[in-house]
RNA sequence: GCCGGAGUGGCGGAAUUGGCAGACGCGCGGGAUUCAAAAUCCCGUUAUGGCAACAUAGUGUGGGUUCGAGUCCCACCUCCGGCACCA
């Protein structure tokens, strides 16, 4: 490599700043000292005087790709203001650990044959060699990760929180499973016919059909039926649902897990959609909370706004449509537009819809259960392939709009989906683009509403031909004020507006040669009223001949009222939406309502390498029991073959890894009374079947049986009992959960382990939680500084926000938020170059030239010149850059510097190693500043006198490296150092109280060399806990100042005046300043502006 | 389509939030040092014109507000990120 050859020479002959050496010589220094161990309060040396501070990286996933060179872009971000503070007399907290359970090392593994542990031992290993090769100040003795059992046992334990809680509405809070049955059993609830558990004064409302119904007291039911009361409220259940099935990784996968065409966002492979009983977390009871607390929290705003539009809060009216077949049945639609039920001409029901199968007649069966199986098939892929076209098909029935009276069609329409509102929609298609294209694609009437208040009707959009467009188009354009007004064009979907009605924004682009280009756009004018595209027509001399229709998506505002809108008519939008719903209310036909695209979590995947459910299925029973706190953890079983069972076909059952782990699954135990299942570990599995049974036979049925219970248990088992604290209680055969937990279960609540990791007793201790996470007047609390990627603000921050919130409600946390403070560093890209073919050009085949001061990038062979690009580091396009050659060629304190002055640190920007070897000569320079090389016989600048200039400097330096650390502004500190040191040069020397300050600002950007230098300097400590350098506010005014002196705004001069001269003396300065003097010569002066230390302006005539 | 973010020299980026556009670094040019080279130190470097002083233009495009706009307002273009039939 040409570059090599350069930087070889220079180590070998430059002796001074020997980079290597100091480093290694550092980190073990660091490590054999702890010291960046910081104690909790109750330990020996803890110092409860200090303020505390909690800075926390993302922890990264060890891939066996190692790092990055953007995952120490944050990390050096934390690490700084980490070492800062505690120079400012901080107690800092700052641990490392490692997100090791989840599918990529799965995958890995499964591919390369090597167990999952494995691999992610050697991962981590590595990883966390790369990382301390930076010289980060973790505290390392809190280091986690989330595969240790240690480590999981807790998150297993956090899910039996969930798994034992419920989420009370009334107090709008998460509460033990136990409290609900005691509300249960004493009255105060009942359970209303959806099963579900009410306030016994409130009335539930039937959802599909919209009845008032009645309730039954917790007595009345039997055993199996309050078991699914309560398993019904649980925040973790199971459910059957509509998931995205992965056959060929043999698993389950999250929404987010799904790319935008369908595909498995790990390995690209098809996905479809299927319904199974899979464990589901009740995120959806957190929306509300979720939403309101992201006001209290200090994150970016892009990110809050993202988080905002995945939970998806829209403020609407739940509204009763009872159906036209005197059946007393009735559908319930949600919609965020009740003020334009009038203008409603059809219904449509999502496919999944459970009231399809009733209403649908006789003569549309056959359409309509094609259509549904059709759309149940098909995958995400498919789905999304056709956005565009609208399917459905007419049911046969029709329903009544309540506020009307009109019968209208009832339609099945897949563009609805049963996962939000209610599953079904009254269509508007006057105002609604998705019904429109619906309804123009079935023929189904469009009526308008909604009208602007300066205008006499609804706008009509009038289509015709192309040629009958072009015709009429250019009769108009001739003399368009004796036409009827024109109020935009119409393309297929693409809305122009015109200003006035006479002429259009951009008349050019609809030339009638455009017009003939384009024979397939639909094409139509927007006019006013009904009758308004007879009038046009009939004045260009043509006959009407198509039917109109309209369109009007205007924002609601108050240029617009309604019309043809009974009790409504004449008021805004906004006004009708509150009119009317009150009025349904008054009429119980519908009520105002909230609805959130936020779903359920979907929580289980049938993979190894994850968290195992702390959960047992009775095989007689089928009955699901958690596992008794005392029995955790729940190891993951050694499997010789872990893969998961891959497929090519979409409808396989699912058999997870887990299900062959005969001797880990089956297990003898006893259920207490509190209902949660304890092990009875020294009882044989194979003493539970009754006499006579084959038992090995018998184990696999029920083996082959998953977690179902087996068919004729009371045969297949035998009655045995043992003795269980104090009673006699009945050995059941249990088989394990067979699901493991996704990855993001881990990364849940990490934040809290580091708090208190040796922790045996606990997930966390209350004291740990409450120092370090308890903000003092803080409403939200959480971690001070959290600095990672964008690409987590969904998915880990909302999960994190949520599990956070129920540990917060059952009591364990004693603030409601875990990130208090939000950084987003911006991706770190790289330059790839590309041919003309679009084939990137690895750097081997780079050829590199300067043409005049331009670098321009030629193929080493082919000699054609190559397209620079810049763009995310990927092994396709050959730009990753490697941590690890970097700091070998310059050492890690160069690459620190380089990644924070590369630019803003939320900025995205390339990274060039060209420009690394600046930040070198600057440390270069820093190093022979104070020692100089004596291989080189250079001298150092180190000297007895202390310039009155570098003391100025210095002070002023302090000042601006403080705040814009601060501030998180690196790349600006590290400039201002620079400046520093290239006008010590220029004074010629530094003394050593300056010399000493300025390496302790150096100190957290470039912390070897500082640390080396400070030695040199007479120090026998670590500086890590020297105190910050402090300013003299008087060392940093300036006696005079330069100012710039305008005329009519531009720079005609400069006077140098003294720092608080007089206003009048400034500006009699500026007009002698001989160039000032000559521009406003001959002129009057209309205006002075004087801006104090900044400039003068002189307005002339 | 919707929601974010960003466009400044050959390159990465500064600009105290309305006050000297281009700090600092890279690259490039020149000089000192050296037998020579590397390294180092110093000077210059937005464009155009001029020996120079200086003049003119200039922060994606077009308009506006202002004594003064990279920064504020309106319209548009390009790139990046996220979401996407959410009723």
């Known amino acids: 490599m040409a570059g090599c050859f350069c930087i070889t020479t220079r180590s070998n002959r430059m002796s001074g700043y020997e980079f290597t050496a100091i480093e290694k010589k550092w980190q073990r220094y660091w490590q054999e000292n702890s010291t960046f161990h910081q104690p909790n309060p109750g330990d020996p040396y803890f110092k409860p005087d200090r303020p505390h501070l909690y800075v926390l990286d993302m922890f990264p996933y060890p891939s066996g790709a190692g790092l990055h060179v953007g995952h120490p872009e944050g990390y050096t971000a934390t690490d700084i203001v980490c070492r800062y503070a505690r120079m400012k007399g901080c107690n800092v907290l700052h641990p490392m650990g490692y997100d090791s359970f989840g599918l990529p090392a799965e995958q890995y593994a499964v591919e390369h044959g090597v167990h999952p542990r494995k691999t992610t031992e050697e991962n981590i290993a590595n990883i966390e060699r790369q990382i301390k090769m930076f010289g980060f100040s973790y505290d390392w003795s809190r280091r986690i990760a989330t595969t240790d059992v240690e480590y999981y046992r807790w998150t297993q334990w956090i899910f039996l929180q969930m798994y034992n809680s419920w989420y009370d509405e009334a107090d709008d809070r998460a509460r033990p499973i136990s409290e609900l049955v005691h509300l249960l059993e004493s009255g105060e609830y009942v359970v209303d016919l959806l099963d579900r558990a009410v306030p016994s004064g409130t009335l539930g409302i039937d959802a599909i059909t919209g009845e008032p119904v ?141 009231l399809v199968e009733t209403l649908t007649t006789n003569e549309q069966r056959a359409d309509v259960e094609a259509y549904v199986a059709q759309a149940r098939h098909r995958s995400e892929l498919e789905r999304t392939a056709e956005t565009k076209d609208k399917t459905g098909v007419f049911t046969g029935a029709y329903a009544i709009n309540p506020v009307n009276d009109e019968q209208i069609p009832i339609w099945v329409a897949d563009y609805v989906m049963m996962g939000y509102g209610t599953g079904a929609i009254m269509a508007v298609p006057a105002h609604d683009e998705r019904d429109f294209d619906f309804a123009q694609t079935f023929n189904l009437p469009i009526r308008p509403i909604i009208k602007r208040r300066d205008e006499a009707a609804p706008r009509y959009v009038g289509a015709l031909s192309g040629e009958a467009f072009a015709k009429v188009y250019s009769v108009w354009q001739q003399d368009p004020a004796s036409y009827p007004k024109i109020r935009g064009l119409y393309f297929g979907g693409f809305w122009d507006a015109a200003d006035d009605g006479t002429s259009l924004f951009q008349p050019e682009d609809v030339s009638t040669q455009w017009i003939a280009e384009h024979p397939d756009v639909p094409k139509g004018f927007i006019v006013v009223g009904k009758d308004g595209m007879a009038a046009l027509l009939g004045a260009a001399g043509f006959k009407a001949e198509s039917e109109p229709f309209a369109l009007c998506v205007a924002d609601l505002n108050e240029e617009l009222e309604l019309v043809d809108s009974g009790p409504i008519n004449g008021l805004s939008p906004d006004d009708g939406k509150e009119t009317i719903t009150t009025w349904l209310e008054d009429e119980d036909l519908g009520r105002a309502s909230v609805n959130y695209k936020l779903r359920d979590w979907l929580f289980s995947r049938q993979r190894y390498w994850g968290e195992p459910f702390p959960i047992l299925h009775d095989v007689a029973t089928g009955a699901i029991h958690p596992l008794s706190e005392d029995d955790l953890p729940v190891r993951l079983p050694e499997m010789d073959d872990f893969s998961p069972e891959a497929s090519d076909e979409a409808d396989r059952p699912p058999r997870p890894p887990l299900s062959r782990a005969a001797q880990w699954r089956l297990v003898a135990g006893v259920v207490m009374d509190d209902g949660t299942a304890r092990i009875e570990e020294d009882f044989p599995v194979q003493e539970l079947f009754a006499d006579g049974v084959d038992v090995e036979q018998a184990m696999q049925n029920v083996l082959d049986a998953g977690m179902e219970p087996v068919d004729d248990p009371e045969t297949l088992l035998a009655p045995r009992t ?48 409450q120092y370090w996470m308890g903000v003092d007047n803080d409403k939200a609390g959480g971690v001070d500084l959290y600095v990672g990627g964008a690409e987590h603000a969904v998915l880990h921050l909302l999960y994190s926000r949520f599990w956070h919130k129920v540990l917060f409600d059952l009591g364990y946390l004693s603030k409601p938020e875990p990130f208090h403070k939000l950084f987003n560093q911006g991706m770190i890209l790289s330059f790839a170059y590309k041919d003309s073919r679009g084939i990137t050009i690895g750097p081997a085949d780079l050829e590199m030239t300067d043409e005049g001061g331009e670098t321009v990038a030629y193929h080493k062979t082919t000699g054609e010149q190559l397209q620079k690009v810049v763009a995310k580091m990927s092994k396709s396009l050959k730009n990753v850059v490697k941590p690890d050659d970097v700091i070998g060629r310059y050492g890690a304190d160069t690459f620190r510097l380089y990644e924070m002055f590369m630019g803003p640190l939320e900025a995205a920007k390339p990274w060039n190693t060209n420009d690394v070897p600046g930040i070198f000569r600057f440390l270069q320079r820093v190093w022979r500043m104070i020692l100089g090389d004596t291989d080189n016989g250079i001298e150092p600048l180190l000297g007895e006198t202390a310039s009155d200039d570098v003391e100025k400097a210095l002070h002023k330096l302090i000042q601006k490296v403080g705040e814009h650390l601060e501030a998180m502004k690196f790349n600006t500190a590290i400039a201002a150092m620079m400046e520093f040191v290239n006008g010590v040069f220029k004074a010629g020397t530094i003394s050593r109280s300056q010399a000493e300050r300025f390496v302790l600002l150096l100190a957290p950007l470039a912390p070897h060399i500082a640390e080396e230098l400070w030695q040199q300097l007479g120090h026998a400590d670590t500086l890590a806990y020297e105190p910050w350098p402090e300013y003299d506010e008087a060392m940093i005014v300036e006696e005079s100042v330069e100012l710039p002196v305008q005329v009519n705004g531009k720079v005609r001069g400069r006077v140098t005046v003294a720092a608080d001269a007089a206003e009048d003396n400034i500006v009699a300065t500026a007009k002698n300043e001989p160039n000032v003097a000559d521009s406003i010569k001959g002129k009057t002066i209309v205006k002075t502006i004087v801006v104090p230390g900044r400039l003068v302006n002189l307005v002339v005539h």
């Not at 199974?276 to 009871?285: F, N, P, S, Y």
């Not at 043992?722 to 059941?732: A, K, N, Y």
């Not at 055969?733 to 208190?756: K, V």
Request: one cysteine or more; glycine letters at 6%; hydrophobic letters at 35%.
């Open 214 to 354: 009645g309730s039954r007291m917790w007595h009345e039911l039997d055993v199996d039926q309050q078991r699914e009361v309560i398993d019904a409220c649980r925040l973790a259940y199971m459910d059957e649902v509509p998931v995205n099935w992965c056959p060929a990784l043999g698993t389950v996968l999250a929404n987010e897990e799904v790319t935008n065409d369908g595909r498995s966002e790990r390995g690209n492979h098809p996905v479809y959609r299927r319904a199974l009983k899979q464990w589901m977390l009740r995120i959806t009871a957190y929306a509300e909370r979720l939403l309101a607390d992201i006001e209290i929290v200090d994150w970016p705003e892009p990110i809050k706004i993202m988080q905002r539009n995945w939970i998806g809060r829209s403020d609407g009216a739940e509204v009763t449509f009872p159906l036209a077949n005197n059946s007393g049945e009735s559908l319930d639609v949600f919609t965020t537009r009740p003020d334009t039920l009038f203008g409603s001409t059809y219904m449509v029901l999502a496919p999944e819809h459970p």
């Open 722 to 769: 043992v003795t269980v604290d104090g009673r006699e209680r009945q050995l059941r055969l249990f088989t394990r959960e067979l699901n493991t937990m996704p990855q993001w279960a881990g990364s849940c609540w990490y934040y809290l382990r580091y708090l208190d990791p040796e922790n045996h007793d606990r997930f966390v201790s209350p004291e740990a939680e």
